[in-house]
Structure formats: structure tokens, C-alpha cells
């Protein structure tokens, strides 16, 4: 906090009394957008201006270079894998938040207890999440593979049952294979971020409710909750965002199929782009995609936990 | 409000201004380009220079490929001093979207390596250039392959050079066949089913087979319609998908699925294809050739055989194909007669032979009457291996066909989005998941085109 005390020190109370605070909020103000410039600048070249460039192309025929107004978002919202990749995209992204935030919260609490070989385990948590997507797909792709996957191999050695299951190849299975795949990757990952929530918990407070008599539950509903709470609120949008957007690992292991059950929004515009080659409805798409994670935010930004106190 | 909130603000307010300023400019500057590069641009004026360089791209990424490709092209260029061939890989997946990127900011390359959908698609929006001369000159010196010129002729002119070309067999287990106790590899509908049927069990699938929504199924599925005469588009350009021969071909591939391929059909790949191959768990497929380099490595590569695809008995033979050609860009007009000479040179039987066999044996076959007798092409190990294999290719080569290019002269330009969009695979995927009837499966399709293709 400024005082005058520091003005003092500095020799600032020496300044003719209009001039002081003047000079102070120029300088403050022009050496504040000085340092924002880059980070500014940066934003202005690979957002702001890529955005601006696909919002252009969604007015655009491609091919032609031909203005065409809405066509292209005509095009995308009348065609019906539209509305089925908004589903799949809703459900994806809510089943993975469901099992990735419960499971992340059952390992970091477990991780935050005091066991033999507590620190090796954390450094193995990770592995899944360095192993990169295309590896991931692959490794999954097979072992999941109703013809010679070790899974189906266990399942029909075991008696659970007498045919191979397509885990990836029918419809029921496709799009939950492909979730729990992604939380496999992303789960340990959330179960790091609580545990070092957890661990910035002050020891102090179990100490006080445990004088108190506070049981497991008490203790974790009164203390440990609101402490994740507040940092839940801000890793939710950014798990929200992030997994809603995914795309490589759903389209490495199915490809949006079969019969489209896993065709997300994000391979719905990569079809438009690379498959119908069709570039003006793929970015009508994008902006499309863009407008609904915008309300999203906007909305979630009203939550109380975003607002200052 | 405190003279240190209102200092505070003061910075913030600014910096916001700034911020959203900047943006808004940011915005009207990238639509104003964007719009800019909606016109076209002008043709980049070009350096005057002695040297004239050629940029060549294809889509090879394999490394050893591309450094076949830069061999052929150092041994050119040493020949040819006023001449300078560079190559630029650009791999398949973005092969378009780097093309139309390039194409709007006006600098395509002078040449590309292609197919006939995309060169189609690059000819219906007036980027390539006829190149009769150079298919006149290398067809009178060592004759083209008929089948492989038909997708280049249209519109009174031809749009591409081939360069070599790529089709189906049905590879076979040989003792698997013997174990069947079938006598002869199928030559018709009905002995491929049967001895494909008979070749499954025991862990073992008669036919590795997919019904998935991809290039694979496609391929595989077109094959057997080029069996029934059915067409993805009638000779007036409409989509003809939905006939009595789509679903005479869609009822085979159903019965084959159902009763020889494994149950991951409708989620195979070109990965598990050919791990399932590997593997010993297939006991048949059809298509291209060159997973047998794979095979060699096994055990079993003594184990397999190939012959022509079967036909429906009274059918029309023939199986899919892939010329792939040259195409040349507006903006390379100047250097036709260096491309012409590049072309040329490619193209002389021993240098072809040598080419094709080095780069990828078995997969990519000569397409001239000339260089398809030439040493350098059968002396090579691989394609010496496999001889019978390759003289079987080159046999059935003349029967290829492709999705939209049946008619000579035939004109789909949407041929290319087809071919992109996966859209035949998904028909097949949709009646072997969803059990569809081939008639149900036939009129799904039809609509499902014409909707893909916004032909309704």
C-alpha cells in the first residue's frame, strides 16, 4: 500500500503539489501498459487475430472466394450431424467432469493421507498424463480390439462372456469407452491439483475441529469442501473448456463413429474442414463453437466465487 | 472512494482501453485482410533468372520415399542446368487445406502430385492447367495404360499426367484355403463367400473386412460395386447411388461381413488391418499389396497368394484403382516446357522402373506399356520376391476403375468432397451396426449423398 510515509522516503514530497500525483498516475499508468504490451500484443497475434481470420472465412466460400453472408452457417445448423454433435459434445464433456472430479477427489484425499511410498506413488500418477495422446490412442485402440485385445481375451477367459465385446466398434460402448479412456489420462492429473489444495489447507483447522470433536465428515464438509470449493470453481471452467474441446483422442480411437455416437463438435469441424473440404462451414462451425463456450463462461463468471469481495 | 482506489483505477481503466482498442483494431484489420484475400491476388512477379525452378509438392512423408523422390530429382537436375526441382512433402492429411491456404495468399506450388478426385476439385475451381502436350509426348513415346488416362479427360481436355498407379488383389492364406478344403483361390461372388466362410473359426476370420467409416471401407466397398456396374453417379452427374445393383452389392458385402470378417469390422483401420494380418488371425483380404513387406518378416510369408478380385458370377470384372498424376497450376504456365521435361524424365522406362520399385515396391506399379517391361523395375528384390504378385497387378491394372470417373469424359466435381466426406463407409457401417436391410441401407444412402454433397 502507498503512504505518505513512502512518498517521503522516495523524495516524491519534494514534487510542486500539482505536479505529484500526476506525474505518479502517468508514469503508473503508462509504465503499467508498457508491461501489458507484449502479453497485449501476443494475445492480438495468436487469438484475437486467427479468430477474426476464421470469423472472416465463415462469410466466405472457400473454394470460390465468394462473399455467401450466412450460407455457411446455414449450411452447418441445418445439416443433422449438427444437433447430434452438440449432444455428444454435452455428454462428453459432462461425464468426464462427473467421473474425473469424483475419482480426482477420492485419489488426491487418498494421496493426503500418510503412507509408506506416498511420493513414489505421486510420481506414478503422472505417467498417464505425459504419455502422449497418439500413444494413449494407440495403446488403448489395441488393447480394447474385440479380435486380439487383451481385455476381450480376459472377459471371454473369465466367462463374462461367450463373444468378444467391440468396445470401440458398437454403438452402446463407443462413446463411454472413449470417456473413460480420457479420464484415465486426466484423472490423476485433478487428483494432483486437490492434493496440493489439500496440502495448502492449514493444519491448524483439522487441529481446532479435531479439540472440537468434528468426526471424518465434519471435518471434510466444514473444512476441507469450502477450501476446494473456491479452487473447483476456477479448475471447472478451465476442465470444462479444455475437455469440451478435445479432439485428437476421440478421433484417433474411433474417428466420430461408429454411426457418429462419438462425433463431438471438434470432429464434426474437422470433417467440414479436411473430409468435405468445405473450409467456410468448418469455420462457421468454429465460431459457432466459439459463441456457445463464450455464454458458457459468461455465465459461469457470475457465480459468487468470481466476484470480489 | 479513497485517492489510492481512484490511482489505482486510473491505470486499470487505461490499460482496458487499450486493451479492447487494440482488439477492436486487431479485428477490422484481420477482416479487412481477410477480405483482401477474398480477390484474387495478382501473380507475384517474377524474378527474371536464368535457372528455372520448379516447385514440386507430393504428399509422400515417408523418409525413405522422399529420399527416393530427391534422388531421381538431384539426377534431373544435374541433367537438366537450366532446370531446378524442388520438392516440398506435404502428407495427405493436409495436402487441401495447405493447397487452398497457399493457392489464396498466390503461391501454389508449379506441380503436385495428385489424384483424380483432387485434381478434379483443383480443376473445377480453375487452378491447374490442361497438360495434353506432356501426356501426348510421353503417351506416343511409351503408351499409357488406357484405364489409367480415363480420370484425367474431361471437359474437352486432359488435367493430369499420371505417374503410376495402385490397385486391389485378394491376398489369400494358402494353407488356410487347403485346410478349408478348398481346391482353388475364388474366382467368383459365390466361392469367395463360401471359402471365406469356410476359412472362419478356430480364432480365425476368413476375410479381415471393414464396415467403418473411412477411406478403407470405402475403397473395399466400391470394389465390389464396380462388380454390379453400380454407380455413385450417373452419367448425367445425379447421384445414382440408390439401384437394384447397390443393393446387390451392398447384400454381398453384408453376407461377407456377417459371415467371415471379425466383430471389430465396423472399427477397423489400416492398423488393425494389417496387425490382424500379421497376426495370423486373417485368412484373406483384399486390396492394395505392399503389407506383404510386412509379411515377409513373419512366418508366414510363405503362406500367401494373390489373384485377381472375384466377380459376381455374370458381372463385369474390375476392382478399384488409383492413378496417381501430376497436375499443373495456372501460375506455372510459363514453365510447362521445364515441367514438360521433368515429366518426361520420370517417365523413361528405366528411370520409372527404378523409381517405382525403390520407392515403394508392390504398392506403386508403372504405368506405361514401356516401362512396365523395364529391368531396372524387375530387377529390384522386393518387387523380384513377388513377382507373380506384381505380373497379377499389372494384369488386372487396365480393369481399374474409380468412384466417378466410370464414364470417359464424365464430369462430378463433387468427387472430391465424396471421396473426403467417408460417406460410402458410413452407408456400410450404418447397415452392419444397425442391421439395415441392403434396400433400406441403398435409400439411406442416396438421401445421406446428396445431403453430404448438398445436391437436395
Not at chain 1, 479439540?211 to 476456477?234: D, K, N, Q
Not at chain 2, 483443383?122 to 484405364?147: A, K, L, T, W
Not at chain 2, 498424376?325 to 520409372?352: C, D, G, L, S, W
Request: glycine share 8%; hydrophobic share 45%; aromatic share 10%.
Amino acid at each position: 500500500m502507498v503512504s505518505t510515509t513512502d512518498a517521503s522516503e522516495i523524495g516524491l514530497d519534494r514534487l510542486p503539489p500539482e505536479a505529484g500525483p500526476v506525474v505518479g498516475k502517468d508514469r503508473g499508468a503508462s509504465t503499467g501498459f508498457l508491461l501489458s504490451l507484449p502479453a497485449t500484443l501476443l494475445i492480438l497475434v495468436v487469438i484475437v487475430f486467427p479468430f477474426a481470420y476464421v470469423a472472416g472465412m465463415s462469410l466466405y466460400n472457400e473454394a470460390t472466394g465468394e462473399f455467401v453472408g450466412t450460407a455457411n452457417f446455414r449450411r452447418v445448423l441445418s445439416s443433422t450431424d449438427f444437433l447430434p454433435s452438440v449432444r455428444v459434445s454435452l455428454v462428453w464433456t459432462i461425464s468426464n467432469l462427473v467421473i474425473q472430479t469424483v475419482c480426482g477427489l477420492a485419489l488426491g484425499l487418498f494421496l493426503n493421507q500418510r503412507f509408506r511410498g506416498r511420493d513414489a506413488a505421486r510420481t506414478l500418477f503422472l505417467v498417464p498424463f505425459v504419455v502422449p495422446t497418439a500413444v494413449v490412442a494407440l495403446m488403448f485402440s489395441w488393447m480394447v480390439n474385440s479380435t486380439f485385445g487383451v481385455f476381450n481375451h480376459l472377459i471371454l477367459t473369465s466367462g463374462l462372456s461367450d463373444t468378444p465385446i467391440n468396445f470401440l466398434g458398437d454403438p452402446r460402448f463407443a462413446l463411454p469407452t472413449v470417456v473413460l479412456i480420457n479420464c484415465w489420462r486426466w484423472i490423476p492429473l485433478v487428483a494432483l491439483i486437490i492434493f496440493s489444495i489439500l496440502q495448502g489447507i492449514p493444519r491448524s483447522e483439522y487441529e481446532a475441529a479435531r479439540v472440537e470433536g468434528a468426526g471424518h465428515w465434519a471435518t471434510f464438509r466444514f473444512i476441507t469442501f469450502p477450501y476446494l470449493g473456491r479452487s473447483m470453481t476456477a479448475i471447472g471452467l478451465l476442465g470444462t473448456l479444455l475437455t469440451f474441446n478435445i479432439f485428437d483422442l476421440i478421433w484417433l480411437l474411433t474417428a466420430g463413429g461408429p454411426v457418429n455416437r462419438t462425433k463431438s463438435l471438434p470432429v464434426l469441424i474437422y470433417e467440414f474442414a479436411f473430409g468435405l473440404q468445405n473450409l467456410g462451414a468448418a469455420a462457421a462451425a468454429s465460431v459457432l463453437m466459439f459463441l456457445m463456450l463464450l455464454v458458457f463462461t459468461l455465465l459461469y463468471f457470475q457465480r459468487r466465487d468470481f466476484k470480489v469481495e | 472512494m479513497s485517492s489510492f482506489d481512484s490511482a489505482e483505477r486510473q491505470p486499470r481503466s487505461l490499460s482496458r482501453r487499450a486493451v479492447v482498442g487494440a482488439a477492436a483494431g486487431g479485428v477490422a484489420t484481420a477482416l479487412g485482410l481477410r477480405a483482401a484475400n477474398a480477390a484474387p491476388l495478382s501473380a507475384p512477379t517474377l524474378l527474371r533468372q536464368e535457372t528455372t525452378e520448379i516447385r514440386f509438392w507430393h504428399q509422400e512423408v515417408v523418409p525413405k520415399r522422399v529420399e527416393v523422390f530427391q534422388k531421381f530429382i538431384d539426377a534431373f537436375n544435374a541433367e537438366n542446368s537450366g532446370i531446378r526441382v524442388v520438392q516440398e512433402s506435404q502428407g495427405w492429411d493436409t495436402a487441401f487445406s495447405k493447397l487452398v491456404s497457399a493457392l489464396t495468399a498466390g503461391n501454389p506450388p508449379d506441380v503436385m502430385l495428385s489424384l483424380p478426385a483432387l485434381t478434379m476439385t483443383m480443376q473445377s475451381r480453375g487452378d491447374i492447367i490442361p497438360v495434353d502436350d506432356i501426356v501426348e509426348s510421353v503417351n506416343s513415346q511409351y503408351q499409357f495404360v488406357e484405364s489409367q488416362l480415363t480420370p484425367f479427360k474431361y471437359q474437352d481436355a486432359t488435367w493430369g499426367v499420371p505417374m503410376w498407379g495402385m490397385t486391389f488383389l485378394l491376398h489369400y492364406r494358402t494353407d488356410l484355403l487347403e485346410e478349408a478344403g478348398v481346391e482353388n483361390p475364388p474366382a467368383t461372388w459365390a466361392e469367395w463367400l463360401d471359402a471365406s466362410t469356410k476359412m472362419t473359426g478356430n480364432g480365425k476370420y476368413g476375410i479381415i473386412l471393414p464396415a467403418n467409416k473411412n477411406l478403407f471401407t470405402t475403397e473395399n466397398f466400391y470394389s465390389v460395386m464396380i462388380n454390379t456396374d453400380a454407380r455413385i453417379y450417373g452419367p448425367d452427374g445425379k447421384i445414382a447411388f440408390n439401384s437394384p445393383e447397390t443393393v446387390e452389392a451392398l447384400t454381398f458385402y453384408k453376407d461377407m461381413v456377417k459371415a467371415a470378417a471379425p466383430p471389430d469390422a465396423p472399427s477397423l483401420d489400416w492398423g488393425t488391418w494389417e496387425q490382424a494380418l500379421l497376426r495370423g488371425i486373417g485368412a484373406s483380404t483384399n486390396g492394395f499389396s505392399s503389407w506383404r513387406q510386412a509379411m515377409d518378416e513373419t512366418d508366414l510369408k510363405d503362406n500367401w497368394s494373390a489373384v485377381a478380385q472375384p466377380v459376381k458370377e455374370g458381372g463385369k470384372p474390375g476392382q478399384i484403382h488409383y492413378p496417381n498424376n501430376f497436375m499443373v497450376f495456372k501460375q506455372a504456365e510459363e514453365k510447362i516446357e521445364a515441367i514438360a521435361r521433368f515429366t518426361e524424365y520420370m517417365h523413361q522406362p528405366e528411370v520409372n522402373g527404378e523409381w517405382l520399385a525403390t520407392m515403394e515396391p508392390t504398392l506403386y506399379l508403372p504405368i506405361t506399356e514401356t516401362s512396365q517391361q523395364s529391368d531396372s523395375f524387375w530387377s529390384n528384390p522386393v518387387i523380384a520376391a513377388h513377382r507373380a504378385m506384381v505380373e497379377k497387378q499389372l494384369e488386372v491394372l487396365p480393369r481399374g476403375q474409380l468412384y466417378g470417373f466410370e464414364d470417359p469424359g464424365a464430369y462430378n466435381p463433387t468427387v472430391g468432397e465424396f471421396e473426403g466426406s467417408g460417406v460410402l463407409g458410413e452407408i456400410v457401417q450404418r447397415m452392419v451396426i444397425e442391421d439395415l436391410s441392403p434396400q433400406d441401407a441403398a435409400d439411406f444412402g442416396q438421401t445421406r449423398i446428396e445431403e453430404v454433397l448438398q445436391l437436395q
